[in-house]
């Protein structure tokens, strides 16, 4: 049989997730992978440098994916940050859900540090660009050191929040994972209301009113 003259990316990642859930385990080479699926050793490297980047690469596919369906929905972006999270989840876990057995054989041995998880490094990078980019409203103190630190601190706790929900979807045995859906409204629901930073800033101006009355009254 003739080898196959073209693959695709997404033909590659498909081909690695069937050889893993089959075999229960990666396969020994490149060169046994290509020739187990018919096609020339060096198109794998058209897009892929190891077996480690294509693990990195699937579950970065899965959000693109995600951001692709939300994308199409007129009504998603009208939504404030608060939904659009909520959105986001949703879609995303319901692409994992899909690919439940892949990203539990990815992830299981993991479960307990995800954190350290260098098969996470290319989804981390685009969902804290993602929340980046919901403008999810801070104080506006005019202070770029502190600005800097606001945007980072929400990234970092919205990408622990990812991480732990991963982990609650790992070991969740409910009919249709369903139990997720529910840690998820709750979990993205709290975090925006601790978030809420109208009380802050309400105080904030009665301080400054406060302060421009002395200053007058001096």
């Known amino acids: ?17 069937d050889y893993v859930l089959e075999h229960n385990s990666n396969p020994k080479s490149v060169y046994s992978f290509a020739k187990a699926n018919n096609f020339d050793e060096a198109l794998f490297y058209n897009y892929f440098g190891s077996f480690e980047a294509i693990e990195k690469h699937i579950l970065k596919a899965f959000f693109d994916n995600a951001i692709q369906i939300l994308d199409k929905n007129e009504d998603y972006q009208n939504f404030d ?18 690919n ?8 299981e041995s993991n479960k307990k540090n995800l954190k350290a998880l260098l098969k996470l490094s ?8 993602y929340i980046d980019h919901l403008d999810i409203e801070t104080l506006d103190i005019k202070q770029a050191t502190i600005d800097k630190i606001q945007k980072k601190a929400i990234q970092e706790s919205a990408w622990a929040q990812l991480l732990v929900t991963m982990k609650f979807w790992l070991e969740d045995t409910s009919a249709g994972i369903e139990k997720t859906d529910i840690f ?9 209301d601790i978030l809420n ?18 200053m007058q009254m001096n």
């Open 197 to 214: 930073i109208a009380p802050l800033k309400s105080v904030i101006d009665f301080g400054k009113f406060l302060f421009k009355e002395k």
């Open 81 to 98: 940050a608060r939904n659009k999270l909520l959105s986001f989840y949703f879609t995303f876990f319901e692409i994992l859900t899909a």
């Open 122 to 129: 290319e989804l981390k990078k685009a969902f804290t660009n």
């Open 184 to 192: 998820i409204e709750k979990a993205v629901n709290t975090s925006f």
């Open 1 to 17: 049989m003739a080898k196959k003259k073209t693959i695709s990316e997404n033909d590659i990642m498909s081909l690695y997730m």
């Open 100 to 107: 439940r057995s892949y990203v539990v054989y990815a992830l």
